[in-house]
C-alpha cells in the first residue's frame, strides 16, 4: 500500500509541475473575481522567487515573493500596480508562514512546483 502511495504522490506532482507555465493565466479559489499570471518563477532548492500578475475588478497588480518551500514561510519582495512599481516598492523584512488556501500559499505552491524560468 505505502508503494502505491508513494507512486500516487509522485505523479500528482509531475501533473503540478506540468501546469505551472509563465504567462498563462489561472484561477485562485479564494480570489474567484481575479486572473493571476506567473511572469517569472527563480531561485533554487527551497528558495524560489515567483512575479505574479493580478487583474481583478481593482484593477492590476504585480506581486514578487520570496518562498521557502521546506519550511512554508515566504514574504513580499515587492508589489505595485506596474511592474516599475513593484520594483521599486521595499521588501518585507521577514519571513511568515503561508496561511493554508490563501492567496500566497497557493502562488507559493505554483513557485516550488516549477522549474525555475523566465519569460
Known amino acids: 500500500m505505502k508503494k502505491i502511495l508513494v507512486a500516487a504522490s509522485m505523479a500528482v506532482s509531475f501533473v503540478a509541475i506540468a501546469q505551472v507555465d509563465i504567462g498563462k493565466p489561472y ?42 518551500c521546506a519550511n512554508r514561510t515566504f514574504r513580499y519582495l515587492g ?26 500559499s497557493y502562488v507559493a505552491d505554483q513557485a516550488c512546483a516549477a522549474q525555475p524560468k523566465a519569460k
Not at 79 to 104: C, Q, V
Request: charged residues 25%.
Open 79 to 104: 508589489d505595485g500596480d506596474s511592474l516599475a512599481a513593484m520594483k521599486a516598492s521595499k521588501p518585507s523584512p521577514n519571513m511568515g508562514p503561508l496561511t493554508a488556501r490563501s492567496i500566497s
Open 27 to 68: 484561477k485562485i479559489e479564494s480570489d474567484p473575481s481575479a486572473t493571476y499570471y506567473n511572469l517569472e518563477i527563480g531561485g533554487s532548492g527551497n528558495l524560489r522567487t515567483i512575479v505574479t500578475k493580478r487583474e481583478g475588478k481593482s484593477g492590476t497588480s504585480f506581486s514578487k515573493r520570496e518562498v521557502n
